[in-house]
């Protein structure tokens, strides 16, 4: 297929997260919930792939990530990795999958990695869910962080609102990746939070930082594909940078595709057996 890299195919790792921060290569991810797109964001040459709970709202038509279940988390990320070569999977853990207990926690992280290849689990939280990524990363499964605006929270923080403008919570979420930069996180999305202290997260851990709408200091920027490519038009944030309309091309190919069955201009001699 055309428009592809091919550059360098060499699997990309959690070290290799390490490494690209260590290197001030930048890390770019997307999500992705299904094969085709996992394929086309793979072929492109894109660094790591998220299968983000925000497949509820996306793929689902939710209001929002509370309701997706492990299991439908499964079926995307077991789709999305039968056509992954190159990037990095990582699936997020949905809400109520690690927040009752450890050992809950530990039951739903080893089902997800063992039914669907992924590379990585994420989870959203700092201090109240610590022991449990340490129980995680204990059992060799890797975990990425997510700090800042944690959609699961949506009911406690009662909107999208930027988190960490003051300094309470600011100190609090420093803290919170420095805990679990210790614990053994290999990366942290920081999500909607102020690009100064985003850049001073970065400097304080180890492991990479990966940004949505937290300036461009973190060592990665991640976006939701259908977002950026400008499929979900209601969604416009401040951080989203559109790279296509392809709500437009879609709706413009389906009128046109309807059209011609209405005509009776499709299908032709020629597409006709
Ligand atoms: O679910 C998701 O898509 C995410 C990203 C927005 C970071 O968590």
Same mark, same amino acid.
């Given at each position: 297929m055309s428009g592809y890299l091919t550059i360098n195919s060499k699997k990309i790792t959690t070290r290799s997260f390490f490494e690209m921060k260590q290197r001030g290569e930048k890390i770019a991810m997307l999500t992705a919930y299904d094969f085709t797109m996992a394929s086309l964001i793979d072929n492109s040459g894109i660094d790591c792939i998220l299968v983000g709970d925000s497949a509820s709202n996306v793929m689902a038509g939710n209001e929002n990530t509370l309701p997706i279940t492990v299991d439908e988390m499964i079926y995307h990320a077991r789709s999305v990795k039968r056509a992954v070569k190159?990037?990095?999977v990582i699936c997020d853990m $949905?809400? /109520?999958?690690?927040?009752?207990s450890r050992e809950e926690a530990l039951r739903n992280a080893v089902r997800i990695m063992k039914e669907t290849g992924v590379d990585a689990v994420k989870v959203e /939280?700092?201090?109240d869910i610590l022991d449990t990524v340490k129980a995680l990363i204990a059992a060799g499964i890797p975990v990425c962080g997510h700090l800042g605006l944690t959609p699961q929270s949506i009911? #406690?923080?009662g909107g999208y609102g930027v988190r960490a403008k003051d300094k309470a919570e600011a100190d609090r979420l420093l803290a919170d990746a420095q805990a679990l930069d210790v614990a053994g996180c290999f990366a %942290?999305?920081? &999500? #909607?939070? $102020?690009? &100064?202290?985003a850049a001073k997260v *970065?400097?304080?851990?180890?492991?990479? *930082?990966?940004? %949505? /709408?937290?300036?461009c200091q973190t060592d990665g920027q991640v976006l939701v594909s259908t977002d950026m490519l400008g499929m979900t038009n209601a969604f416009r944030p401040r951080f989203l940078r559109l790279y296509a309309s392809l709500s437009t091309i879609i709706c413009d190919a389906i009128n046109r595709y309807s059209e011609d069955v209405k005509q009776?201009?499709? $299908?032709? &001699?020629e597409e006709s057996y």
């Open positions: 190159r990037a990095l $949905p809400f /109520g999958s690690y927040q009752i /939280g700092g201090a009911h #406690k923080f %942290i999305v920081l &999500e #909607k939070v $102020p690009a &100064e202290l *970065t400097e304080a851990v180890s492991c990479a *930082t990966i940004g %949505i /709408g937290a300036g009776s201009a499709f $299908p032709s &001699e």
